[in-house]
């Protein structure tokens, strides 16, 4: 439905608009392709602000690169964890608002405002997050083939007497994968909390087909995303649980889940026109990894990039296959990086071996051994510490734990069925 304005247009954010009133909120998108053929919104007047939903800070964390780093953040409001690179401790803090569109030809869309703080309370880094995820959308979102479902949409965007940068998004669900997985890990919690009695073994084998299908096809969506993204020039650089929104996290409607990406303030352009010269200031991180990697050439470099998103996106699928079939409190997305990194250096067979010892992991382990095996197959190609020999995103989506889980809707479907009328 929107269409990123011509180039000359990419500005930095504070210089897009300076409004009088108040600022926007969160959308919903449709869950088919749209056709951008719209401007963006740069006037306050047409968005109503609500309520404050939520804020996250960004703190210095680092993926691998052959030396392990930290992984460290701060959030508020629920929302979870969200991988950043190299940004000073404390340095940006985002709120976000949810409002909707007051006029033009979407009123009435709900929409999701991201504020980023103006110069004197974020520094300059907080523009150049602004400026950089406009960039992003913009640049993604002029395609003539539409813009991929997998993505968030943004609306519009504008900047307060105060140097606020306020964005406006489609508002694409209200949960997060990473809310997905809290909620998933209390319910296992709960049904283990009577000594792991459970009352009905054909209820919990279906609730692990669907929670299996369910992580199977988030996982899925998010790749399509991250392989829109690659096959335009575009690395994320923030991909965890916090980054993929989801319009449902009810099991059951796993047919139509759609998870989307968003969270593209460190996205780099990695064209080869942009590799040559000096780095900007939030891509100087992900560079120096490169050069530490022996990643010097400009084709190195951005083979370099697309790697490391894919290693991102491993450790998040890493986090998709434990969390959401563990009690709550037995892994989170910090500890599970630290079990891979540093105590089995990324060597997902001895990390396997040591999940077989632990009751509490078996589920994990049990959805990972699909396939003889795939699960673990991919995560280790995803996780290999040679960037060189992981896979391209669009080979991701075509191994076979993701492709033979295709089958497995329908098999839902029937057992749904059969559910239904037991009980009716």
């Known amino acids: ?252 409607e796993a047919i139509y889940l759609v998870p989307r990406l968003r969270d593209l303030a460190f996205s780099v352009d990695i064209r080869y026109s942009n590799l040559e010269g000096r780095p900007g200031l939030l891509s100087e991180g992900l560079w120096r990894r490169a050069s530490t990697a022996g990643a010097f050439t400009p084709m190195d470099k951005r083979a370099f990039g697309l790697a490391d998103d894919i290693y991102e996106a491993g450790l998040f699928f890493a986090y998709l296959a434990f969390v959401p079939f563990c009690e709550a409190g037995t892994m989170d997305g910090l500890s599970l990086q630290r079990l891979l990194e540093s105590t089995f250096q990324l060597d997902l067979g001895a990390t396997r071996e040591y999940c077989l010892a632990d009751d509490g992991l078996l589920d994990a382990v049990k959805f990972l051994d699909l396939g003889d095996g795939a699960g673990w197959e991919l995560l280790q190609a995803m996780l290999n510490p040679d960037f060189r020999k992981r896979p391209m995103a669009q080979t991701v989506l075509n191994h076979r734990f993701m492709t033979e889980h295709q089958m497995v809707n329908q098999v839902l479907k029937i057992s749904n069925a059969s559910f239904y009328l037991y009980f009716v």
């Not at 669907?210 to 392989?227: C, D, E, I, S």
């Open 1 to 252: 439905m929107l269409l990123a304005p011509p180039p000359d247009w990419l500005l930095p954010v504070r210089q897009i608009y300076r409004p009088n009133s108040r600022p926007p909120i969160r959308t919903r998108t449709r869950t088919t392709r749209l056709c951008c053929r719209a401007s963006l919104i740069t006037n306050s007047d047409s968005f109503e602000v609500g309520r404050l939903i939520g804020s996250y800070g960004f703190m210095n964390i680092t993926s691998f690169s052959g030396s392990l780093g930290t992984d460290t953040e701060y959030s508020s409001g629920d929302l979870g964890r969200l991988r950043v690179q190299d940004v000073g401790e404390g340095s940006v803090k985002i709120r976000l608002y949810d409002g909707r569109v007051t006029q033009g030809p979407l009123k009435g869309a709900p929409v999701v405002f991201k504020v980023y703080p103006g110069q004197r309370a974020g520094g300059i880094e907080a523009d150049m997050m602004a400026a950089n995820e406009l960039n992003a959308h913009t640049s993604l979102q002029d395609s003539s083939d539409g813009i991929c479902q997998n993505l968030v949409t943004l609306i519009g965007g504008f900047e307060t007497k105060t140097g606020e940068q306020w964005l406006a998004f489609r508002n694409d669900g209200k949960y997060s994968a990473a809310d997905y997985a809290k909620v998933m890990s209390e319910r296992v919690s709960k049904s283990r909390a009577g000594g792991g009695q459970v009352w009905n073994k054909f209820e919990q084998e279906e609730t692990i087909k669907r929670r299996r299908y369910f992580v199977t096809k988030l996982l899925q969506g998010t790749m399509r995303g991250l392989a829109y993204m690659h096959d335009r020039e575009r690395l994320h650089q923030s991909l965890g649980p916090a980054s993929v929104i989801l319009n449902t996290i009810v099991e059951r």
